[in-house]
């Protein structure tokens, strides 16, 4: 799609992989919002059953699903990489990924059911690690890495390292260990989760469609350099050092909301240097998306040193904000491109425009069903009554979101059928 | 031959890419697409390798991508690149 390394037609993923992925992630997120409606504000106790079924609604069944959609994409094209058998890799993945995440849920509600754990240890562990070593060994052959294509390495590695985290703290859970280093071992995954994970792998991709799709000024080098592989080595520094200086993870949370926070700035001021600045969703979503981001970690911070409550849920909140708000952003690009393209490369004259398959002000729409969606839980912190709509609005998100792809998914498979080709062989 | 200019630097992507496409489907053989880009769009220039079309792509000292294509095989395109 953008890079000098080169996509090759044949080297691209079957369009139904990206979909499928994306129609997971909608899914889960429908099931979220089904299931906010159920736990309501318990959620906000981050002890309770609730929080932790909706944190991994959204980490597991929302976030990795989105994100592993856009690396079967673009792991061939921001890196040159060569997944063999795209489909069948994906089948191995997202069945027991769904299965697993499934029995993980029901694991955290129905408590102490030792075989539940076990299961989802079994499908996760199985289904994740398989994938991110298998992407970490493609990448780690590529000859000339870009900054994407490091920060994506990067990301893959805290994607393994938190989930043999997790085999750990969900052995604790089933009862099949005693946990000695449960604490320090729980901080670590959802650190690596938080901010190895999520927040390289957005960075990385950042680096290369920031510039390609809004035409603003490169990243300064430091960034591009040094961020994704800092960030990860500041975790791995912290989870090693947490288990002689325990006060460690204080210091290592403190510099990545630092980090972050200044990001996020030098994104923001890239997007206000646009060469041609056109009205266009995707963009406030990245704008919503990383003001998120700054509001999050200052509240990451400032939580740091005042134990209240609500502003550790709203530094969660915000970051849930800020991760949503840029897989949108990034989803109304990837899947018109794609369906258009994929089209395109087939030789169909009757290929649909991007603008036909999402309309611009089909995204609009979304972006403010988002923002309403975020005020909601937002305010729901002061007017409780208020978690219902949140709830609502989360169906009705992800419900948008889920419509579009089958919306496109439809449009292809006619065009497909019954579209006229074009010859452009010389 | 005729040259059809297609200055794509200050474009926000995908749009050179669908200009690009439209301008190879009715690209006579007697025409050749001079793009300008500020990355070299491999997407395209794979496109129209598959397609059988002739394509040259250089970068310039200034980092900006020279990209002709035609699907005349007889002519040599680097007699027209301004680079």
């Known amino acids: 799609m953008f890079s000098q390394k080169g996509l090759s037609l044949d080297q691209a993923p079957p369009i139904s992989v990206v979909f499928r992925f994306f129609l997971q992630g909608a899914s889960f997120g429908i099931l979220g919002g089904v299931l906010l409606a159920l736990y309501q504000n318990e959620i906000f106790d981050p002890a309770s059953k609730g929080a932790l079924v909706l944190t991994h609604v959204f980490t597991l069944g929302i976030m990795l699903s989105v994100m592993l959609a856009a690396l079967f994409q673009m792991l061939p094209v921001i890196a040159g990489v060569k997944l063999t058998s795209p489909a069948k890799k994906a089948n191995w993945v997202q069945y027991p990924l769904i299965a697993g995440i499934l029995s993980l849920l029901l694991a955290f509600h129905f408590g102490k059911i030792a075989w539940l754990y076990l299961l989802a240890s079994l499908l996760l562990g199985g289904s994740l690690l398989f994938i991110s070593f298998e992407m970490i060994k493609k990448l780690l052959q590529v000859p000339n890495h870009t900054s994407s294509s490091k920060g994506i ?38 650190s690596f989760g938080l901010f190895g994970w999520i927040a390289v792998l957005i960075i990385s991709i950042s680096f290369q469609v920031i510039e390609m799709f809004y035409v603003t ?148 729409k979304h972006f403010w069903i988002h923002c309403s969606m975020m005020t909601a839980f937002i305010m729901s912190l002061i007017v409780p009554q208020l978690i219902v709509l949140a709830s ?31 010859s452009m062989n010389a | 031959m005729k040259k059809i200019t297609l200055d794509a630097r200050e474009l926000e ?7 690009a496409i439209n301008i190879l489907k009715n690209l006579e053989d007697a025409d050749y697409l001079y793009m300008i880009h500020r990355k070299n769009p491999v997407p395209l220039i794979d496109l129209a390798q598959e397609h059988h079309f002739q394509v040259l792509s250089r970068e310039d000292a200034e980092g900006t991508w020279h990209i002709l294509i ?8 680097k007699e027209y690149l301004f680079v």
């Open chain 1, 153 to 190: 390495t990067a990301a893959l590695f805290s994607l393994a390292i938190l989930v043999i985290a997790a085999l750990y703290l969900t052995a604790t859970l089933g009862g099949y260990s005693e946990g000695i280093h449960y604490v320090q071992i729980k901080t670590a995954h959802y």
């Open chain 1, 217 to 364: 000024p490169p990243y300064p080098n430091f960034a591009n350099r040094y961020l994704s592989n800092g960030i990860l080595f500041l975790l791995a520094a912290a989870s090693i050092l947490s288990f002689f200086l325990p006060d460690i993870w204080m210091i290592c949370h403190l510099i990545l909301a630092l980090l972050l926070s200044i990001y996020a700035i030098i994104t923001l001021k890239r997007l206000s240097k646009r060469k041609r600045p056109v009205s266009d969703a995707t963009v406030w979503f990245w704008r919503l998306g990383l003001g998120s981001l700054i509001i999050s970690m200052l509240c990451f911070a400032l939580g740091l040193f005042v134990q209240t409550a609500w502003i550790h849920a709203l530094a969660y909140l915000f970051f849930g904000a800020f991760a949503l708000s840029i897989v949108f952003a990034m989803f109304y690009k990837i899947i018109p491109f794609l369906t258009w393209f994929h089209l395109s490369s087939q030789g169909y004259f009757t290929a649909p425009m991007m603008h036909e398959v999402i309309h611009p002000k089909t995204a609009k």
């Open chain 1, 392 to 422: 609502l609005l989360t169906v009705l998100s992800f419900g948008w979101m889920g419509y579009q792809i089958i919306h496109a998914h439809l449009l292809y498979v006619k065009t497909q059928k019954e579209g006229h080709k074009f």
């Open chain 2, 13 to 19: 992507h995908p749009k050179p890419l669908a200009m």
């Open chain 2, 70 to 77: 035609t699907k005349n095989h007889s002519v040599d395109l």
